[in-house]
């Protein structure tokens, strides 16, 4: 049985986290599109040589909320903590069908400010 669009897009923030590149490969679509601030609608290479390895900047993420849109689309938020101490968090919307990700739209936020 495949995955939820929400369980989908939690299995490819996981397989990042631990950098696991051939669970990736099964969740990712091969016509993927990524588009952030940084990255205008790069393909699937792109993302997995530009995107991919960032992991290894971050101490920890966690995952503070996902809503499962309309039809194909997912919207997470997520924080995250970088090896300078910094916290940011971002927001994205996922696109999945039949069970793999073709396109992720990602908006940066600010530092997170401590409490």
Known sequence: ??????????????????QDRDAANQLYADDLVFTSPQDDHIDRTAYFERCFPTAGRLNSQEILEVVDGDGDGVFILYEYELKTGDR????????????????????????VRPT
């Open 88 to 111: 940011h968090r971002n927001t994205e919307y996922i696109t999945v069908r039949d069970g793999q990700i073709v396109e992720i739209q990602v908006f940066f936020g600010g530092q």
């Open 1 to 18: 049985m495949p995955l939820s669009n929400v369980d989908t897009v939690r299995a490819a923030f996981d397989a990042y986290l631990a």
